[in-house]
């Protein structure tokens, strides 16, 4: 995707503007509407743009501008699926939501991101990454009365999820990337049906794909969920050898004051790895040497050249300015190491 090496990216999402949605509150809705509304989510991205190279970020991503919700505002577009009628789901087993339900057959009537990429391509000669939901991770946001199958379900969304990327691919994406936090709860699925679906959307691209699995955003829900995990998150020890026989070429986990162990990313040696060295549970902002050091004992696990320094999720709930000044820790945490290898590497 670039020759940098510790090309740093975010994961996801960036704080909205306020004019265009309410600040610090997750999938809030639109401040504009109609024409408004488009011309409001450009400038956003725009800005997010704007910010992401400034900060020198090397990977560029819309930071989600034009979307409310990272799996629904997919879902929203697809045929077979009511949204008028709701039903209350637990979703990944935490928390109650209500969510639309699936009524028919469920396809792609048009593309979703697709002139929203061509725009984000417009911006920057960087290359960009473009985020779609995962295929487990959708049908655990949804009711279904059609299908009576969670892998039938996961099995359609992966063959429109594969069209959808080739899109983004043909518009000019270099990295395409599917959010599964789904990965770390159910486990059985995921062995059964879940790669296998994961690898049918990732099907035949030529961009560079990425799984992303985490704990989720710094919401109370998930914040309760992580209190009862104990003091070793070990989650990732069930997806990690299946990714490393998977096509998927890089895997993004959270890292940075999680209770993940750092040794756990040797299960995945030979794929890329894109570390979370920022919290975005926290409005503290990360020294660039807290960064720097997560990025150390990580290379005890992960080749040099296969490593992006990355943020542990979306930073859509915090404030802009704190979102804005971690991008700028990232980057600084990832010179320093930069030039540390640099150092190692040259003739004394
Ligand atoms: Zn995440």
């Not at 992401?52 to 991503?61: P, V, Y």
């Not at 995962?134 to 379900?153: C, F, Q, V």
């Not at 059985?188 to 990425?210: C, F, P």
Request: proline share 5%.
């Amino acid at each position: 995707m670039t020759n940098t090496l510790l090309p740093t990216s975010i994961v996801g999402s960036l704080p909205k503007p306020a004019w265009l949605a309410q600040p610090e509150v997750l999938w809030s809705p639109w401040e504009l509407s109609g024409d408004a509304l488009v011309e409001g989510k450009q400038d956003a991205l725009r800005a997010a743009v704007h910010e992401q190279r400034r900060r020198g970020l090397d990977i560029i991503s819309d930071g989600e501008q034009t979307r409310q919700h990272f799996v629904t505002t997919f879902i929203e577009h697809l045929d077979g699926v009511d949204f008028s009628r709701r039903e209350t789901v637990r979703i990944r087993d935490r928390y109650d939501a209500s969510v639309p339900t699936v009524v028919g057959a469920v396809s792609r009537r048009q593309p979703v991101f697709v002139d929203d990429a061509v725009f984000l391509r417009e911006q920057t000669d960087q290359p960009i990454k473009w985020a779609l939901p995962g295929p487990m991770t959708m049908i655990d946001t949804l009711a279904d009365r059609h299908y009576a199958s969670r892998e039938k379900l996961a099995w359609e969304f992966a063959t429109i999820l594969n069209q959808e990327a080739r899109e983004l691919e043909a518009a000019g994406v270099d990295v395409i990337q599917f959010d599964e936090p789904a990965f770390n709860v159910f486990f059985d699925e995921m062995k059964d049906w879940g790669i296998a679906a994961l690898e049918r959307a990732a099907e035949g691209l030529r961009a560079e794909t990425v799984v992303h699995i985490c704990y989720g955003y710094g919401i109370k829900a998930n914040n309760d969920w992580k209190a009862t995990l104990g003091d070793e998150w070990r989650q990732y020890e069930e997806s990690f050898p299946l990714l490393q026989r998977s096509t998927i070429d890089v895997v993004s986990l959270e890292s940075h004051h999680s209770h993940v162990p750092l040794e756990l990313i040797e299960l995945v040696r030979g794929k890329k790895v894109m570390l979370g060295a920022i919290d975005v549970a926290s409005d503290e902002i990360e020294s660039p040497e807290d960064v720097a050091d997560t990025l150390r004992r990580a290379l005890a696990f992960v080749d040099a050249d296969k490593l992006i320094p990355s943020t542990n999720c979306g930073m859509a709930p915090l404030p802009r300015g704190v979102a804005h000044d971690k991008l700028s820790a990232l980057v600084a945490g990832a010179d320093i190491v930069r030039s540390e290898l640099a150092g190692s590497d040259a003739p004394r």
